[in-house]
């Protein structure tokens, strides 16, 4: 899963997609994640960096994150 090159984020959760001209707000953990992806970490280092910050067991981690990739993926923010 990767993030499309041309996605611009701030370090509030903003996120632009300058293709399209949507623009979304997450929360500091969107903030991270998308930061994380960005600088090309693989999803299994994210989710193990969350998983050691964070209070949250695998299976929330795993449901979350498929919440998380259908949102990605249906804003167009995704590479194929």
């Known amino acids: 899963m990767r993030l499309k090159k041309n996605i611009a984020t701030s370090e509030n959760g903003f ?7 949507d623009s979304f707000s997450g ?3 969107a903030s991270e994640i998308i930061l994380a992806m960005k600088t090309g970490t693989t999803v299994e280092q994210i989710k193990q960096d969350l ?3 964070y209070e949250v067991n695998t299976d929330q981690l795993d449901r979350d994150w498929e919440d998380w990739a259908v949102q990605l993926r249906e804003a167009n923010l ?3």
Request: charged share 10%; no cysteine; glycine share 6%.
């Open 15 to 21: 996120i632009f997609n300058p293709a399209t001209g």
């Open 78 to 80: 995704l590479d194929h």
């Open 27 to 29: 929360n500091a953990i």
């Open 51 to 53: 998983l050691a910050k």
